[in-house]
């Protein structure tokens, strides 16, 4: 294809993505860098025949100049990012010099946003990845060695989770385990606790919402596990059944190393998306205990005050966060592309 | 697995069914349950004196003399106005779609027709896009919008969210095209077809399995975004997810859960009815970047 015509046919997705995926990263991280003005702030000193006082007042005139003038804000280099808000260097250097052992470091560490949030990120990210590609598998075996009818209906009602709004799942569950829900009271019967509620701890709280995720994503594991399962190489299969092989033998040596690429490429994928959980937390309405990168961000953009240059500073990070994740991904496909040529 | 000799132990087949059927439970319990609890009144569907008030509906019984009632989804559906929702998300879905597939099939096609490098440079590039999650831009779209006076519309939301998707419907579409022999179309240029004749005679009409395949999932995300449709939307046209959110903020107070009960059993029939429409293109769509991964 010539490169005018190239052109011309990628020319509206290429000005779309530009317009509204690579400028608004590049709008994040300038604003991420600037503050909003403080107001102008006069001192007058008024003076009335009973003696003088001082007054200050906002000079809305001269605030509404400078606002104009400079319209980004205050510049402030990596000032948001070290903040307590976010990256907290001064508190982190404090709690460092102050707190005897590293269970107080890290307890204090606990109580700053930005840490928090990642704490929990990353437990979520870490336990729910490998737990749903556990579940996924498990899934895929099962499904696969029942009989041909019963598949369909088998897949049809394993998709639902999947295909589900996860704000929409997560209120259902949310519903469900509620101390005066079917779950919530099932729990409370088994732990033989009235007073239980997961609502109220924070463990429990983590815990939950990684039973969600791995409920919501286990079908996506479960599906390309399945379509896999589909590709087995019979030939080696059966020659490892000659060999003597037994079951659990031949899901070990044969169906397991075949899957693993699928593996590898569900467990890119779900680190991915795990790390941006925010649906879950407002679903579960479970930010006293959990917070996350994303739901920090949507936190400062919304209500009466939005905290654009804060929510920037956090979107960097973020995005920070993604590039790491997905850096094996690009390795891997760069790989692809060399091997091809 | 046909022959004898494969068939697993009596045993293993029992273990494996009873999985599966506990998996079905567990898939599918939670909506079957909401669905049976979104007829009732909210002291059944939360009910502390006694659970199975929640299968037998006593207190709605005593209320309306019926074990079920619709008065969930009507405080939805009437007194809060949910159609407008439903009737905002089936534009901006729709629009979405059309608009979505129309660009992403003409890059697309580019993409797998051009032997040139940057081919990948770009591909590359939508593959670091499709990995930002949407949550992250919306910083960057906040104050344009405001100062060109965009926020808060439909159509705005409508282009964010087709931005948003270009990456991955590149990504299936480029795909598909490859699997479609170059040589369909490079004979239609042979015969003295431009290239974009070639596209519209030869292609369009064999590429549909792949579009209509890449189409659904760009409805699933429309239909299921909330952080960009929460952020971008005023309140007149605000979409079915980020209202039903909204109920939570004030039903909550007034004791009308039951409202968002119903308004998000609603909000879930549509995707019940795709799921079961559209099960195998799903299926293809999901392990398509697996298996060429």
Redesign the interface.
Same mark, same amino acid.
């Given at each position: 294809?010539?490169?005018r015509?190239?052109f011309w046919?990628?020319l509206?997705?290429?000005l779309?993505?530009l317009?509204?995926?690579?400028?608004?990263?590049?709008?994040?991280l300038v604003?991420s860098v600037f503050t909003p003005h403080g107001a102008v702030i006069e001192t007058v000193k008024n003076c009335t025949p009973f003696g003088c006082n001082e007054e200050t007042t906002i000079n809305q005139e001269a605030t509404r100049a400078l606002r104009e003038s400079q319209p980004l804000g205050r510049f402030v280099g990596l000032g948001i990012y070290f903040d307590r808000g976010h990256l907290a260097i001064n508190e982190v250097r404090a709690l460092w010099a102050n707190s005897q052992g590293l269970g107080q470091f890290f307890k204090g560490l606990g109580n700053l946003p930005f840490y928090r949030a990642m704490g929990f990120t990353l437990t979520f990210t870490f336990l729910a990845t490998p737990a749903l590609i556990a579940l996924g598998m498990?899934?895929a075996?099962?499904?696969?060695?029942?009989s041909q009818r019963?598949k369909?209906v088998?897949?049809?009602?394993?998709?639902?989770?999947f295909?589900?709004?996860?704000?929409?799942?997560s209120?259902?569950?949310f519903?469900?385990i509620?101390s005066?829900?079917?779950l919530g009271?099932?729990l409370q019967w088994l732990a033989d606790d009235p007073g239980l509620s997961l609502k109220a701890s924070t463990p429990l709280t983590w815990i939950m919402l990684i039973v969600y995720q791995v409920?919501h994503a286990a079908?996506?594991a479960f599906?390309?596990f399945y379509?896999?399962l589909q590709t087995l190489p019979q030939d080696q299969l059966e020659s490892a059944?000659i060999d003597g092989a037994s !079951?659990l033998q031949q899901v070990r040596y044969v169906v397991v190393p075949h899957l693993t690429?699928?593996v590898t490429?569900?467990a890119l994928?779900m680190l991915?998306d795990n790390? !941006?959980v925010?649906?879950p937390i407002?679903g579960f309405?479970a930010a006293a205990h959990a917070t996350s990168l994303?739901w920090i961000?949507?936190n400062d953009?919304?209500g009466e005050t939005?905290q654009?240059s804060a929510?920037?500073a956090t979107?960097?990070m973020?995005?920070i966060g993604?590039?790491v994740?997905?850096s094996p991904?690009?390795v891997?496909?760069?790989r692809d592309?060399r091997s091809k040529k | 697995?046909a022959s004898k000799?494969?068939r697993?132990p009596l045993s293993? !087949?029992l273990a494996?069914?009873a999985?599966?059927v506990v998996?079905?439970v567990?898939?599918?319990f939670?909506?079957i349950?909401?669905l049976w609890?979104s007829f009732k009144v909210e002291l059944d569907?939360?009910?502390?004196a006694d659970?199975t008030n929640?299968l037998f509906g006593v207190n709605t019984l005593e209320t309306y003399g019926n074990r079920f009632t619709l008065s969930g989804y009507e405080g939805a559906w009437v007194q809060e106005e949910f159609w407008r929702a439903f009737i905002n998300t089936g534009i901006v879905c729709f629009f979405v779609v059309c608009t979505s597939l129309?660009?992403?099939t003409?890059?697309g096609?580019?993409?797998s027709?051009?032997?040139?490098r940057y081919t990948?440079w770009?591909?590359?590039?939508?593959?670091?896009?499709r990995?930002?999650?949407p949550?992250?831009?919306?910083?960057?779209?906040?104050?344009?919008f405001f100062e060109w006076n965009l926020w808060g519309r439909l159509s705005t939301t409508v282009?964010?969210l087709?931005?948003?998707n270009?990456?991955f419907?590149?990504w299936m579409l480029h795909s598909f095209f490859q699997s479609i022999p170059k040589e369909l179309d490079e004979s239609a240029k042979v015969d003295g077809c431009t290239?974009?004749q070639a596209?519209r005679n030869v292609i369009i009409p064999v590429m549909w399995p792949g579009v209509i395949t890449t189409g659904l999932f760009s409805f699933?995300l429309a239909?299921?975004d909330?952080?960009v449709t929460?952020?971008l939307l005023s309140d007149d046209n605000r979409t079915m997810?980020p209202k039903?959110?909204a109920f939570?903020g004030t039903t909550y107070t007034e004791g009308n859960?039951m409202f968002?009960?119903a308004a998000?059993v609603s909000?879930?029939v549509p995707?019940?009815i795709?799921?079961?429409v559209f099960?195998r293109q799903?299926?293809s769509g999901?392990?398509a970047?697996?298996?060429k991964?």
């Open positions: 294809m010539k490169h015509t190239f046919f990628f509206p997705t290429g779309a993505m317009l509204f995926i690579a400028l608004p990263i590049v709008s994040v604003q498990v899934i075996l099962a499904v696969n060695s029942i019963l369909g088998v897949i049809f009602f394993s998709l639902l989770p295909t589900v709004t996860p704000l929409i799942g209120l259902i569950l519903w469900m509620d005066r829900g079917i009271t099932a409920w079908p996506f599906v390309v379509a896999g059944k !079951r690429p699928l490429f569900v994928i991915m790390f !941006r925010f649906e407002v309405n994303s961000i949507f953009l919304g939005r654009l929510a920037a979107s960097v973020t995005i993604v590039a994740l997905l991904v690009l891997r496909t760069w592309f | 697995m000799a494969q697993a293993l !087949r494996t069914n999985f599966v998996w079905l567990i898939a599918a939670p909506f349950w909401t609890g569907f939360f009910s502390i659970w929640s129309t660009i992403g003409l890059g096609y580019a993409l027709r051009s032997g040139y990948f770009l591909l590359l590039a939508a593959l670091i896009f990995a930002m999650p949550i992250t831009l919306v910083a960057g779209y906040l104050l344009p282009i964010v087709v931005a948003i270009q990456p419907t590149l290239q974009f596209f699933l239909y299921n909330f952080a929460s952020m997810v039903i959110a939570l859960v968002a009960v998000a909000a879930t995707l019940f795709l799921v079961m099960q799903i299926v999901l392990t970047g697996a298996v991964g």
